[in-house]
């Protein structure tokens, strides 16, 4: 059986465990947490990157260190993952849904400013397949409205826009290091970028439980108390430990990705050119990361009798994000601005092919022959 994702190996993880397990610390902020943070603070150029336990928490952090509060406005697609609205929904805010375009999946830049009321606080882009959103466009708009910009960039480590890393580019940005994700912190993990310097006192006080115990333990303080409301937004040091294998093999891991992307892509043409099937398509000055290739295909019949397909061959092909809007507790804390022309539509078509770094060629060769012969 080819699964669809299997968690990436690079093969240092198990001797930085060990480290890890000899340091006497196995708690957050340990050494790997310092080295994953600097790391991710320089390679991306920004203030702040702080390890959390998942994306769904550095989504929290961001809703708390926001302010967010019963009556506020959120606005972000239906297409995405539960967490993308969560996060939101606990602080009390109703969640506007905009369209998406089909093109990238991603929000309709261009539906936006229809959606902003007096209500609104923050606009969510979410990076779909770590292919970015039209930043440009959805920051002007937050600063002519004055809304907050939090990049869901769980898919999107490594990727590009305009020469910019994604996650950096909003006020906060929000890392998964899911093992769905191209780096993982052993199964879980996440990362917080607080890239307006103004909230990073803050957003360190909120991931100690509400405490300044990190001012504590560089000395800048002589006590720690509680502050401020927070919870434990702290990823184990063991878990940093897996995480650094990957980090410091980040280059080679998207590199491998990025290769079997496009042996997919190239093999993948000749059907796209028949009309049979549609591919990705990464818009000009966007750098993607190769996170996951779908194709879609006709409607929700085609995608179905495709996945009996694959899996008659033995491999396992997925689609996901029921649309969040008409789910139970999307009608009930949420609304759709405008029109469902793209969301519905395009996710019943949608399904994804097995991507994974330790993915072999001739297990994607038995992919492809397997597209090959559905289409046939
Ligand atoms: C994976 C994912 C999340 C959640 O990440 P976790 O680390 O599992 O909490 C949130 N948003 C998007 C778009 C994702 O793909």
Redesign the pocket.
């Known amino acids: 059986m080819i699964p669809f994702n299997s968690p990436p190996v690079v093969g240092t993880e198990i001797d930085f465990i060990r480290t890890a397990m000899g340091s006497g610390k196995l708690c957050g902020d340990g050494d790997f947490t310092k080295r994953c943070q600097l790391w991710l603070e320089q390679r991306f150029d920004t203030p702040k990157a702080l390890l959390t336990p998942?994306?769904?928490a550095s989504l929290e952090m961001a809703a708390i260190l926001l302010d967010i509060r019963p009556g506020d406005e959120v606005i972000m697609p239906s297409y995405?993952?539960v967490?993308?609205a969560n996060a939101f929904v606990l602080r009390g805010a109703t969640i506007v849904f905009v369209d998406i375009r089909p093109d990238t999946m991603n929000l309709d830049e261009q539906l936006i400013e229809a959606a902003i009321t007096d209500k609104t606080r923050v606009i969510v882009p979410?990076h779909y397949a770590g292919i970015a959103c039209e930043m440009d466009t959805i920051l002007a708009l937050a600063k002519k409205y004055r809304l907050a910009v939090v990049e869901?960039a769980?898919?999107g480590v490594m990727s590009e826009y305009h020469g910019k890393p994604l996650g950096t580019l909003g006020d906060i940005g929000c890392f998964?290091?899911?093992e769905?994700?191209n780096y993982t912190a052993g199964g879980?993990?996440?990362a917080t970028l607080v890239n307006d310097a103004g909230l990073i006192d803050r957003a360190e006080i909120v991931r100690e439980k509400g405490t300044n115990r990190s001012q504590f333990f560089r000395g800048q303080a002589d006590k720690y108390t509680w502050r401020d409301i927070g919870s434990s937004y702290l990823m184990a040091d063991l878990q940093a430990a897996y995480l650094w294998g990957q980090l410091d093999a980040a280059e080679i891991i998207n590199r491998r990705r990025l290769d079997l992307w496009n042996r997919y892509r190239d093999a993948l043409l000749p059907l796209a050119g028949q009309g049979r099937i549609e591919l990705p398509s990464v818009p000009d000055g966007c750098r993607q990361n190769a996170h996951m290739f779908y194709i879609k295909l006709r409607d929700i019949a085609d995608r179905s009798a495709f996945i009996d397909h694959m899996k008659a061959a033995d491999i396992l092909a997925v689609f996901h994000y029921i649309p969040l809007h008409d789910s139970p507790a999307g009608l009930r804390f949420g609304r759709f601005s405008g029109e469902d022309r793209y969301t519905s539509r395009e996710s019943r078509r949608l399904v994804r092919l097995p991507l994974f770094y330790n993915l072999t060629d001739e297990h994607q060769s038995r992919v492809i022959s397997a597209i090959n012969r559905y289409f046939a």
Request: include cysteine; charge should be negative; proline fraction near 0%.
């Open positions: 998942s994306c769904t995405t993952f967490s993308t979410v869901d769980a898919q998964s290091f899911h769905t994700k879980e993990g996440g």
